[in-house]
């Protein structure tokens, strides 16, 4: 079992940048990969990017790409999302999800909610025009 907690979420003015942070607890050794998603209001959950564990390999959604970057920290357990130039599309719950088994990142899956395994409850971001 594995908990995730998200924070860093907030209001921000386009064209601005947040840090999200995702701590994980629990049994972290059988984590994989780590992703982000966000889900706006009346939009189904979307993939933003993912980090291998292990070597620190990432995929992007081509909507963030140049301007998010994702990032873990071993010793702290924790997953960093850090994002620049923000939009007011990137307006939403964002959310930090583990993956245990092992899909590689080149695989379309990675990018599919349904093949993570834990998730944590979600932190807002809203960016204002």
């Known amino acids: 079992q594995v908990q995730l907690v998200e924070s860093g979420g907030g209001l921000v003015q386009a064209g601005g940048s947040l840090r999200l942070s995702c701590a994980a607890a629990g049994r972290t050794f059988s984590t994989y990969a780590m992703g982000w998603f966000r889900q706006a209001p009346g939009k189904e959950r979307e993939f933003v990017t993912a980090?291998?564990?292990?070597?620190?390999?990432?995929t992007y959604a081509d909507s963030v790409k140049g301007r998010f970057t994702i990032s873990r920290d071993i010793a702290k357990n924790t997953v960093y999302l850090q994002m620049n130039s923000l939009k007011p599309e990137d307006t939403a719950v964002y959310y930090c999800?583990?993956?245990?088994?092992?899909?590689?990142?080149?695989?379309?899956?990675?990018?599919?909610?349904?093949?993570?395994?834990?998730w944590g409850q979600g932190t807002q971001v809203t960016v204002s025009s």
């Open positions: 999800a583990g993956y245990a088994g092992l899909e590689p990142l080149s695989s379309p899956k990675i990018r599919q909610e349904g093949l993570y395994d834990y």
């Open positions: 980090i291998r564990w292990s070597i620190g390999s990432t």
